[in-house]
């Protein structure tokens, strides 16, 4: 057995802990399939296993979501309260995340119209990494 303990892992239950490391260890955002790809050597073997301790970790800020490719991505800071926004590179898919503001957030749900109460807002901004646009550009 390799069990490694992560500071911040602490209160996690194992699934959640493989799950995170696993999210953490990947360049690049990963489906609920790649992740449980990945989690079969520790165990876990059933898609909805995977997705609960994807949901909790969601919920604890740790992970997050890419709503443009049903993916998901371990929190750039830890952890965070979510209101976030995400650069992805189109070409290697790496994401930067970026923290939103409470006032940021405010001003993206202001653009709603007036038939659509505005509740949250998804905000993922496409282009290219530093490492990928000077052999675009060669
Ligand atoms: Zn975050
Ligand atoms: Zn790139």
Redesign the pocket.
Known sequence: MNVTHHHHASKLSRNQTEILSCLRKSKEPMSAYAILDQVRTAGISHPPTVYRALAELIEK?MV?RLQSRSAFVA???G??N?K?AFAICRECEKVV?ISLSDKDERVLLALSPKGIAPENVTLEIAGLCEACRPAKGA
Request: proline share 0%; charged share 20%.
């Open positions: 800020g997050h929190c750039d800071h952890a965070c979510g976030a995340e």
